[in-house]
């Protein structure tokens, strides 16, 4: 008998149609506990549509997502979040009129660990979130999301707009969830970004994985990844 653990998330054919249109194709894809999986591709390619049908955000309209070994594909969200899956959805999802303690306590009667985890979020604990800059916007978003302890975590771009100094934090606080045995599935637009903090890096153009290979190889030897753009970019250019 096969020693391996199950994967904490399961993705099997899964298939996303918007306006009849395919936007996800047929996509596979595991994460296992303690694994970062970062997903990379031109914009257009169907990675926020791959996380919402995981999240339930939206519908899938083929294939099947599993938890822990549980189908939640026909599962309602507040299912999903009670099986351990936690969202970060581009964005900055906060809530504007609320406190930065009140949009804590959403998740969690103990904040301490959100504060330990951004320390100038303590400094601001009575102001409202939509006083924040962009960068602290996302720091409470993910404080918020991790301070749950989801042990499956969607993260949308957790780079977009913000400084590389910024980024380095968040994706520190990733890299911790990770090693205390969170699976992790990452949509970044930097390639830069996904190669620091994924085990794992997979391809998506025009709703289908392309390529997926360990970031260790990829940083070691770019050119597959390089590939996979340009291939992307032919494609397009010959449309």
């Known amino acids: 008998m096969s020693s391996a653990k199950p994967p904490v998330l399961a993705v099997r054919d899964l298939v996303v149609v918007r306006g009849g249109v395919p936007v996800v194709r047929r996509v596979t894809l595991e994460v296992g506990t303690s694994e970062v999986m970062a997903i990379v591709g031109p914009n257009g390619s169907g990675k926020t549509s791959m996380l919402e049908a995981v999240s339930g955000v939206v519908k899938a309209s083929g294939g099947s997502v599993a938890l822990h ?16 899956l936690g969202h970060v959805r581009q964005g900055r999802a906060v809530f504007s009129d609320l406190s930065v303690e009140e949009n804590l306590r959403v998740a969690a009667r103990d904040t301490d660990p959100a504060y330990e985890m951004f320390p100038e ?62 699976a992790v599935l990452l949509v970044e637009q930097y ?49």
């Open 69 to 84: 070994g549980s189908d939640i594909t026909r599962a309602s969200r507040r299912r999903r979040s009670r099986l351990g």
């Open 121 to 182: 979020l303590r400094a601001r604990s009575g102001t409202p979130a939509r006083e924040l800059s962009g960068g602290e916007q996302q720091m409470l978003v993910l404080a918020r999301t991790l301070i749950a302890r989801p042990s499956c975590l969607l993260i949308d771009e957790i780079s977009l707009g913000l400084a590389p100094t910024v980024v380095r934090r968040l994706t520190g606080a990733v890299k911790e969830a990770a090693r205390a045995g969170a």
């Open 191 to 239: 390639t830069s970004v996904a190669l620091d903090v994924a085990d794992v890096v997979s391809v998506l153009v025009r709703g289908e994985t392309v390529l997926s290979e360990r970031a260790d190889v990829l940083r070691e030897d770019p050119r597959e990844l390089q590939r996979a753009y340009m291939g992307a970019a032919a494609d397009a250019a010959g449309k």
